[in-house]
Structure formats: structure tokens, C-alpha cells
């Protein structure tokens, strides 16, 4: 089984920006979709974004639609989500996730948490004046 190891958490001021980077292992990006997922205190777990490289498809939620880019970098094995125009309820840990390339990446699947076969340990993201 893969791993997946996510950093780049933080504080920082309603409008700033952040960077987070889910570092795998074992998995090869051309079979597996990689998507990002967040939770807050009392929240159920959200999908943020979710990207396929086989299928050169990305998805948003609608949330983050605009603010957040997702994007990946193969020969680092790396999945990043720079996120922009930063609000109080951003605010939460991330978790990185990754699913079978074949079943993931659909409009109404890739959201789903219980679709996912591993998951990260997540990075606080708290977005706060």
C-alpha cells in the first residue's frame, strides 16, 4: 500500500495564501486520482479538489471554485493545491487522498470519501486574523 504525506500548513490572514503539498509513495499518478479533502470542527469531511492525470481532468468544489488550483507533478510524484484568496471558513485540517484512476475522477464520485484506499495524516490550515 501507498503513502501519502502532506505539508505546508499554517496560520495565515483572511485573503492571504498557502501552499500544500502531498508528497506520494507507492503510488503511480497515471493509476491513481489524487484529491485533497478538508474537515472542520463538528464538519463533516469536504472534497476540495481532485485531479486525474490519465484523464487530464481536474474537480473543485464549489466552495473553493476560482481560489484553489490543483496540480501535479509527476517525476516528484507530488500533488499541490495552492490556495489563494484565503477565508475563516477555509479553515480546517487537509487531508490528502488517493483512488483507483478507473472509478474516482466522476462528476459524482470524486467527492466521496469512502471511494478513497488511503489517506494521509493532514495538515492544520487555519485561516484567522
Known amino acids: 500500500q501507498g503513502q501519502l504525506v502532506e505539508s505546508g500548513g499554517g496560520l495565515v490572514q483572511p485573503g492571504g495564501s498557502l501552499r500544500l503539498s502531498c508528497a506520494t509513495s507507492g503510488f503511480s499518478l497515471d493509476y491513481y486520482a489524487i484529491t485533497w479533502f478538508r474537515q472542520a470542527p463538528g464538519k463533516e469531511r469536504e472534497g476540495v479538489a481532485c485531479i486525474s492525470t490519465s484523464k487530464d481532468i481536474t474537480y473543485y468544489g464549489d466552495s473553493v471554485k476560482g481560489r484553489f488550483t490543483i496540480s501535479r507533478d509527476n517525476a516528484k510524484n507530488t500533488v499541490d493545491l495552492q490556495m489563494n484568496s484565503l477565508k475563516p471558513e477555509d479553515t480546517g485540517v487537509y487531508y490528502c487522498?488517493?483512488?483507483?484512476?478507473?472509478?474516482?475522477?466522476?462528476?459524482?464520485?470524486?467527492?466521496?470519501?469512502?471511494?478513497?484506499?488511503?489517506w494521509g495524516q493532514g495538515t492544520q490550515v487555519t485561516v484567522s486574523s
Open positions: 487522498a488517493a483512488g483507483e484512476d478507473s472509478y474516482v475522477p466522476y462528476v459524482s464520485v470524486w467527492y466521496q470519501a469512502a471511494v478513497y484506499v488511503s
